[in-house]
């Protein structure tokens, strides 16, 4: 009797082991997937089918193959929305990564006061985006912002007048998004730069490297894969930027501010035009991956030699 109650219970089969391990999993996975599914992966997939529909979401969707796509090309507004992404994106990847990484190397010194320069550095970021453009509107007021003021006490005669004009609103956005986006890239650059073994800058410095030759040889090949990160996010920020544009100038004035995602915004939402917002939505999106995909395949390469 007492030799069967102390028998040690019999192990569960191992299959049985392998279903429960998978349940407990799919319990954490669940949650966030079931997320991910409703808000990402169902609008992904309804919004590729739609751009070979058209449907204003009052009558019956109807095929339509390719003639969204062909409104597309054919449409100047299109184009013009291209035109500025490019643009944009030419303009705000480089100057954050510089700005970025100047920061971080500034920032990444043993100085008084560094934790709260580094705060203000990185507190643009997460302040509201409509305060950031409201308070740069003003600042960029042509007539009475403090910036033209400046530019007239330093001898500029006729100063730019910024969100006012066709050939320096873009400039405008693009120095606001700079200086919002810099303090994020920041941090993860100063990450980067902490992982730098010292040693690396003594033995340059025993090669009688100076502080440029270090900075060369050392400090930009050590921040390849965070420099390769930054890239790839930049450029996916950079051409969806909508928001801050939308803040700002509203695509104006005229187009010279009108992009891709606006364009998406306006077509779908004010006009009621699914299908072709979704059609540019889908050119947007192969762009997207076309260049990040480019991305890759030169990073891959870099790094096999």
Request: with cysteine.
């Amino acid at each position: 009797m007492t030799q069967a109650l102390t028998q040690p219970t019999p192990a569960p089969p191992r299959r049985a082991r392998a279903w429960r391990d998978i349940l407990v999993g799919w319990s954490f996975i669940l949650p966030n997937f079931v997320g991910f599914a409703l808000f990402t992966l169902v609008p992904m997939l309804a919004a590729f089918a739609l751009a070979f529909l058209e449907w204003d979401s009052y009558s019956t969707p109807e095929w339509v193959g390719l003639d969204n796509f062909r409104q597309m090309f054919g449409d100047e507004n299109f184009h013009v929305a291209l035109r500025n992404t490019l643009f944009y994106a030419a303009g705000h990847i480089p100057l954050t990564l510089v700005a970025a990484l100047g920061l971080a190397m500034a920032l990444n010194r043993r100085i008084r006061g560094v934790q709260f320069f580094r705060t203000a550095a990185f507190f643009p970021y997460i302040t509201s985006l409509v305060a950031v453009a409201v308070v740069w509107n003003m600042l960029f007021n042509p007539t009475a912002g403090p910036i033209n003021q400046l530019l007239e006490a330093i001898g500029v005669a006729e100063p730019p007048r910024w969100v006012a004009s066709t050939d320096w609103a873009m400039p405008a956005v693009i120095i606001t998004s700079v200086w919002r986006d810099m303090g994020y890239y920041m941090v993860l650059y100063l990450a980067g730069l902490q992982t730098i073994p010292r040693e690396y800058y003594e033995a340059a410095t025993v090669d009688g490297a100076g502080p440029w030759q270090r900075f060369w040889s050392v400090t930009l090949p050590c921040l390849r894969p965070t420099t390769f990160f930054v890239l790839v996010m930049l450029t996916i920020q950079s051409f969806k930027v909508l928001d801050l544009i939308v803040v700002m100038t509203d695509g104006g004035p005229g187009r010279s501010t009108l992009v891709l995602a606006q364009l998406v915004y306006r077509e779908g939402i004010r006009e009621g035009q699914f299908g072709y917002s979704s059609a540019v939505a889908l050119v947007l999106f192969v762009i997207v991956l076309t260049v990040t995909v480019v991305q890759f395949r030169i990073n891959e390469r870099r790094s096999a030699t």
